[in-house]
């Protein structure tokens, strides 16, 4: 799955922009990287969401414990990778039918957030049980929330391209040739949100996470760390 967002929705992480500077390497425009997704992965599926969004996904390769879906529903799109646990309980908790599947249940919990401001983000993303990520784009607001499980178990990247876009997605290398050095792979147990100001840690959102300059040979630009947590952003690739 492949989310890419300009910087009028998305401002690029500072510690992504300085990575880039450390090491110059090559990197693509947002419309390239799009474009070699759509041209390298079986049954691509893109959309263009107003101006400043793309979205893309395959089922193409996916795995049957970790499958990709797309859903959109009152403006608000999701991208969601993996499965839930605890997709029953939740289904009942929302009032959803049992026929809702897990990006359904995403942008249910996503909605419920919104509308019951000022509840806390960290709240619906720690009811979550299971191996997950998803990007989910709100057209109505111009938000962006991004998560990952807490044990990292489906793989996800975030990294900034040439013409300053910033690219969340599954595949490592996709984002390699596109963003250069101003890569990383987003932090386990974390989430990103526009509408809270950037990246939290959902079991202690008070933690500062503090972004570690990768050594020049590592495939990383920065490794994201939750400060006084061992969980890290890098994984081994």
């Known amino acids: 799955m492949l989310g890419i967002f300009s910087s009028s929705v998305v ?3 500072e510690e992504l922009v300085a990575a880039g500077s450390r090491t110059p390497s090559p990197k693509t425009t947002a419309g390239k990287l799009l474009t070699r997704f759509v041209e390298n992965k079986a049954s691509a599926v893109s959309l263009q969401v107003g101006e400043h969004v793309q979205l893309a996904y395959t089922h193409h390769s996916e795995s049957p414990w970790h499958p990709r879906s797309f859903a959109v529903k009152d403006e608000i799109f999701c991208l969601f990778e993996g499965a839930l646990d605890n997709l029953g309980s939740l289904r009942q908790q929302y009032g959803l039918a049992k026929s809702a599947n897990e990006v359904i ?19 619906v993303v720690c009811h979550l049980s299971g ?43 996709l984002l390699k040739g596109s963003c250069g050095k101003s890569l990383a792979s987003f932090p386990q147990g974390c989430f990103y949100s526009t ?19 990768a050594e020049e040979e590592e495939i ?7 400060e006084g947590s061992a969980v890290l952003a890098a994984t081994e690739y």
């Not at 111009?142 to 900034?160: E, H, N, R």
């Not at 509408?195 to 300059?213: H, M």
């Open 105 to 123: 249940l995403v942008i249910e919990a996503y909605k419920a957030l919104r509308d019951r401001a000022p509840y806390p983000a960290n709240r």
């Open 11 to 13: 401002s690029p992480p």
């Open 195 to 213: 509408a809270v100001g950037g990246l939290r840690c959902y079991e202690n959102p008070k933690n500062k996470i503090t972004a570690v300059p």
């Open 131 to 173: 191996s997950f990520a998803f990007i989910v784009f709100d057209k109505s607001t111009s938000t962006v929330f991004v998560a990952s499980d807490q044990a990292g178990k489906v793989p996800l990247y975030w990294g900034i391209t040439a013409d300053g876009y910033v690219a969340f997605a599954d595949d490592a290398d």
């Open 220 to 226: 990383w630009g920065a490794t994201f760390k939750v």
